[in-house]
């Protein structure tokens, strides 16, 4: 199975900020990288596909970047709306692997 | 409103079975591949397994952890996707969400359902 390392695994922000979140693949997973966000007790809720696409709906203050086997989300500046877990996730095999999460919290 | 809605959860015993459904709405079920996706308490989201539509033979996959005891099934009729869990252990207690995948060329899943809770314990 591809391998998914995201790092930092917490990170501490401020309203206002620009944060950047990375997420790394074992093995080339061309662009077939989404990234997800997840409060609790919820449903994890789809934020960019195809590695850098925002879906519809999704505040232009998130971007993807990446290609191959390194990736970033980053949010322009930090909303309070934002502080949630992020998950990247590959789907360019048929077994699908999530990274272990982001958490954003306010610093 | 595309809609999924799933049940079935509960208390099971180790080595017991389990049928969690997910039922649709608010769009073309048959249309497209239908996955099921797991998260241990406190922990990080799994991929279970999947079901493709009729054009491609509903065929499935799943993940080494499950594979042999869970198997994920569909009925186009009823807008309704299953998972018959066999075999429960207790590692496999998490929250079951049905996702929708987007496209077959493009298959990130762009819509979940709410979830629910299935317990495995003595």
């Known amino acids: 199975d591809i391998q998914m390392t995201q790092s930092p695994s917490t990170l501490s922000a401020s309203v206002g900020d620009r944060v950047t979140i990375t997420c790394r693949a074992s093995?080339?997973?061309?662009?077939?990288l989404a990234w997800y966000q997840q409060k609790p007790g919820k449903a994890p809720k789809i934020l960019i596909h195809k590695a850098s696409s925002l879906e519809s709906g999704v505040p232009s203050r998130f971007s993807g970047s990446g290609s191959g086997t390194e990736f970033t989300l980053t949010i322009s500046s930090l909303q309070p709306d934002d502080f949630a877990t992020y998950y990247c996730?590959?789907?360019?095999?048929?077994?699908?692997?999530f990274g272990q999460g982001t958490r954003l919290e306010i610093k | 409103e595309v809609q999924l809605v799933e049940s079935g959860g509960g208390l099971v015993q180790p080595g017991g079975s389990l049928r969690l459904s997910c039922v649709a709405s608010g769009f073309t079920f048959s249309d497209h591949y239908m996955d099921w996706i797991r998260q241990a308490p406190g922990k990080g989201l799994e991929w279970v397994g999947r079901t493709r539509k009729k054009a491609n033979s509903y065929t499935t996959e799943y993940a080494a952890s499950v594979k042999g005891r869970f198997t994920v099934s569909r009925d186009d009729s009823k807008n309704s996707l299953y998972l018959q869990m066999n075999s429960l252990r207790t590692e496999d207690t998490a929250v079951y969400y049905c996702?929708?995948?987007?496209?077959?060329?493009?298959?990130?899943?762009?819509?979940w359902g709410q979830g629910t809770l299935v317990t495995v314990s003595s």
């Open positions: 093995q080339n997973i061309n662009s077939w």
């Open positions: 996730q590959q789907y360019n095999s048929y077994s699908i692997t």
């Open positions: 996702a929708r995948v987007s496209s077959t060329w493009n298959a990130y899943f762009d819509c």
